[in-house]
């Protein structure tokens, strides 16, 4: 039985810090989201953040946002910021 908590559509904007740039972060986190069926995007902050916007089932997103606090190997992840945004009504995820 799904709960409804599953079933409802979200979106959440994350901010993530320390050696996440160069790291092939962004790439993974599309395919992480591609493969969870989630969309939005992933881009590099001039701060040397990456910004991940990702929208879906909650429980998806949930998965993508705990997969970015490990990010890929080379990835040292110091800290994730997440913030509740409106969707937007993406179709895909994208690296920008």
Do not use: I
């Not at 959440?12 to 986190?29: H, I, K, L, M």
């Not at 701060?47 to 429980?59: K, Y």
């Amino acid at each position: 039985m799904t709960s409804k908590a599953a079933e409802q559509h979200v979106a959440r904007r994350a901010v993530v810090t320390g050696r996440v740039q160069g790291v092939w972060f962004r790439d993974s986190a599309r395919r992480r989201a591609e493969s969870l069926g989630v969309v939005g995007w992933a881009r590099n902050r001039p701060d040397g953040a990456v910004e991940v916007w990702a929208e879906g089932p909650q429980e998806l997103v949930k998965a993508l946002l705990e997969y970015c606090r490990e990010g890929p190997a080379r990835a040292a992840v110091e800290s994730v910021s997440v913030d509740d945004v409106t969707p937007a009504g993406l179709e895909s995820f994208e690296v920008r």
